[in-house]
């Protein structure tokens, strides 16, 4: 037996490293699809317009991916005997899901263009976009199968030559000359050709246990949906408000070309957006270990355990975000300097204000994550809903307040506001569930910690490269010079590290 459970334990732990090494993989390649676009586009207008179609089909496919990947692996995982024929049951669902997708965004395209976008230049884009929403619809089944078999290496391989033929298909689409709708096509064509590798590669083969029911497999998608639909919204819909909004007040003003003037908006706010998104997308591993320790703890009614993993995670989350976020914040200029062109830089003020909003959303998926694995995934989806719709109606208050002068900070102040609203309902729920959420006095030297670090990151010039990664790096030391200096980290952390070295042996 004992055998047995450590070969588990290894494979678990190579699975682990295999499908974190492919969502590191996923990340890179997507940063340099970021920096890169606004360089081979040559105008913050043109990279507006791929960004907002982008972004649209983006939480598209977020939604499909997620909700489908996790759905197919429990149900797999929970009997491999079935997991041919749920396989084809899942197939069959995501291509009815992914081709009424698909069709009804192609045919809506220009009423949408009109209407939502407010460009006859998105017609196309939304077009080819569908091209890839059914794609992912498909791929994502496959993905979930070879999760629920714990084929995580295959898993990874398959995401990480997709990362590479995302990133060519986007970059050398966009090289072509053809502008956003090169940059899409490329995508759309990467997208393809993994879902095509992936068939070829991942055969069911034979069943030989009973497949799965419509109903069961609805049953298990319709509440992630949700959950998802709301996560994605909260985190992206703010281009789109912006790019709606914006196009109004430019017209409200006299422009001469209204959509021009969203459309480069939209440009500067999406390079924002990729700084903002860093601390997010570092400390999201955090939701996949936080979940089965909470979920096991409750099922065994083991509140002293549950309090202290939540504790535990939340105190580490928020410094490790604090520790990135506040460098960012104070060298907002150079950092977006340093990798955009000139033109990027009036995004300063709204990096600033986004990267903290986007803490707060961090530490708020964590926050849901706990409370679905206690067992209540409808109250983290009602509260990912009302942040959403805060987000949407906050944005678009402000950015008729403030004005297009205005507009990247007021965008930026409408997301923070419903990832805060977010947050503070969530830790409201963990705490009457729990009793804890994130600590007070770790709270209060992070937030010194990154005032000083925010401080020194901003003394530092960074009219050059090498200057904003100074400032970056200085702005990081600083604050965990002062963590030790006021004790949040010690001698307790060093053992910590020490013991999960020597088991990592």
Do not use: C
Not at 368 to 381: C, E, L, N, Q, S
Not at 453 to 467: D, S
Request: hydrophobic letters at 60%; zero cysteines.
């Amino acid at each position: 037996m004992t055998d047995v459970r450590e070969d588990e334990t290894r494979s678990a732990g190579r699975g682990l490293l295999w499908v974190t090494g492919g969502k590191v993989f996923f990340i890179a390649t997507a940063y340099v699809v970021a920096f890169a676009l606004p360089r081979v586009f040559g105008s913050e207008e043109v990279f507006g317009v791929f960004s907002v179609a982008f972004g649209a089909a983006s939480m598209l496919n977020a939604v499909l991916i997620v909700s489908t990947l996790q759905t197919v692996s429990k149900l797999v995982s929970e009997d491999e005997a079935r997991a041919p024929a749920i396989l084809r049951r899942a197939l069959g669902l995501q291509l009815a899901i992914g081709a009424s997708l698909a069709s009804a965004l192609a045919l809506a395209a220009p009423w949408l263009a009109t209407h939502v976008f407010r460009s006859e230049a998105f017609v196309p884009l939304v077009r080819v976009a569908a091209v890839v929403i059914f794609a992912y619809a498909l791929y994502a089944a496959l993905i979930g199968y070879l999760n629920g078999r714990k084929q995580f290496e295959r898993q990874a391989q398959l995401d990480m030559t997709f990362s590479v033929l995302r990133t060519i298909g986007l970059v050398g689409g966009a090289a072509l000359g053809l502008g956003a709708v090169g940059a899409m096509g490329g995508f759309a064509v990467a997208a393809t050709a993994i879902l095509l590798l992936a068939l070829s590669l991942v055969g069911p083969g034979a069943s030989t246990g009973p497949g799965v029911g419509w109903k069961s497999l609805l049953g298990f998608l319709a509440p992630i949906w949700l959950y998802q639909a709301a996560l994605q919204g909260m985190m992206q819909i703010d281009l789109q408000v912006l790019h709606y909004v914006a196009a109004g007040l430019a017209a409200d003003a006299g422009e001469a070309d209204p959509t021009s003037v969203s459309d480069a908006l939209s440009g500067v706010y999406r390079a924002v957006q990729t700084f903002a998104f860093v601390p997010y997308q570092l400390i999201l591993s955090v939701t996949f270990v936080v979940f089965p320790f909470v979920s096991r703890a409750t099922t065994l009614g083991d509140a002293e355990a549950a309090r202290r993993y939540i504790a535990g995670a939340m105190r580490f989350s928020l410094l490790v975000l604090f520790a990135i976020a506040t460098p960012i914040a104070g060298a907002a200029e150079g950092v977006l300097r340093f990798v955009y062109p000139a033109g990027y830089q009036v995004g300063a003020g709204a990096l600033e204000i986004l990267v903290f909003g986007q803490v707060a959303f961090a530490l708020f998926v964590i926050g849901a994550t706990i409370v679905a694995g206690a067992g209540r995934p409808g109250a983290a989806a009602a509260v990912a809903t009302i942040g959403l719709t805060v987000v949407v109606g906050a944005t678009w208050a402000l950015l008729a307040t403030l004005g297009l002068e205005r507009a990247l900070v007021a965008t930026a102040l409408g997301t923070s506001a419903g990832t805060l609203v977010a947050l503070v309902a969530t830790a409201a729920m963990v705490w009457r569930a729990h009793g804890t959420f994130l600590p007070l006095a770790s709270v209060a030297r992070a937030l010194a910690a990154g005032a000083v670090a925010f401080a020194v990151a901003r003394a530092i010039p960074t009219g050059h490269a090498l200057g904003a990664l100074g400032a970056l790096v200085l702005g990081l030391l600083a604050y965990a010079g002062v963590l030790v200096a006021l004790r949040e980290l010690g001698a307790d952390e060093l053992a910590a590290l020490r013991r999960v070295l020597r088991r990592g042996r």
